[in-house]
Nanobody, 119 residues
Framework: VQLQASGGGLVQAGGSLRLSCAAS????????MGWFRQATGKKREFVAG????????RYADSVKGRFTVTRDNAKNMVHLQMNSLKPEDTAVYYC?????????????WGQGTQVTVSS
């Protein structure tokens, strides 16, 4: 599985960004997928996940109500719509194939895309 994240950038607080993750592989539609982020000097943390069906999602408390994860299995894509961004959302964002839904962990990772939110 190869993953490539894109869509990061610099945005002012209160703004929006949409991240995308392109996946290779014929079995993409069978994968649960997730987004994680890592701020400078901090551990990587789970942000959002979506089941392979696309019908069930979960979010970190810090982003609930502001971020939305979606997927398009026909295009092998996962997206993260981020609204009402805050400076504390600044981090490198990674997409990953999830190996554990209850305690989200990833095994295959994209290269990451930088999101910077200015105050």
């Amino acid at each position: 599985v190869q993953l490539q994240a894109s869509g990061g950038g610099l945005v002012q607080a209160g703004g929006s960004l949409r991240l995308s993750c392109a996946a290779s592989g014929r079995s993409f539609s069978e994968y649960n997928m997730g987004w994680f982020r890592q701020a400078t000097g901090k551990k990587r943390e789970f942000v959002a996940g979506i089941l392979w069906t696309g019908g069930v999602t979960r979010y970190a408390d810090s982003v609930k109500g502001r971020f939305t994860v979606t997927r398009d299995n026909a295009k092998n894509m996962v997206h993260l719509q981020m609204n009402s961004l805050k400076p504390e959302d600044t981090a490198v964002y990674y997409c990953a194939r999830l190996t554990d839904w209850s305690s989200p962990r990833g095994d295959y990772w994209g290269q990451g895309t930088q999101v910077t939110v200015s105050s």
